[in-house]
């Protein structure tokens, strides 16, 4: 049964592009529809952590938004910091569904149960998850992703009554 979702965010939870301010304050799009896919995966009593190449404090802002418990940022080694949260989680890799779109999350998707990439994640990532997504970084695929994890576990209901 997966309990922890592992979500990338340049390319995965955003498109992949960095927008600068001319005072040179970044600027990250989410989907609302990915958010309210998070929330309610984790209102169901699931876990999510971010674990990100990059550090920025609007990643912060919004998973203490959706609360996600575990932010991980500025990560050169995906893998390592996975290995830390399951040991804190109580959980193993058969737990573990992972979305990524680039090289740096390799590792990370070859060992969870279930690994997804964007319909745009690079040619090596496509070639190695398990499921390529229909929804480019950005535009839902969180979102699918976790539709299709319900789906696979039978959880679709449990999911929708969260909001009944």
Not at 18 to 41: C, H, N, R
Not at 118 to 133: A, F, H, S, T
């Amino acid at each position: 049964m997966i309990e922890l979702l592992v979500l990338d965010v340049d390319g995965c939870l955003t498109s992949g592009g960095i927008t600068y301010t001319e005072a040179g304050d970044e600027i990250k799009t989410f989907s609302v529809k990915d958010g309210l896919a998070i929330a309610t995966w984790i209102k169901m009593g699931k876990k999510v952590a971010i674990i990100t190449g990059r550090e920025s404090k609007i990643v912060t802002r919004r998973a203490e938004e959706l609360g996600i418990s575990y932010i991980y940022q500025g990560v050169k080694n995906k893998q390592r910091e996975l290995e830390i949260i399951l040991k804190d989680a109580n959980l193993s890799y058969q737990n573990v569904a992972a979305i990524g779109d680039d090289l740096n999350d390799y590792h990370m998707l070859q060992n969870a149960q279930l690994s997804f990439t964007p319909q745009n994640g690079v040619r090596p990532i496509r070639e190695i998850v398990d499921i390529v997504l229909e929804k480019k970084g950005g535009e839902d695929a969180i979102r699918e992703m976790i539709e299709i994890i319900l789906e696979k576990e039978g959880l679709t209901q449990r999911f929708l009554d969260q909001w009944v």
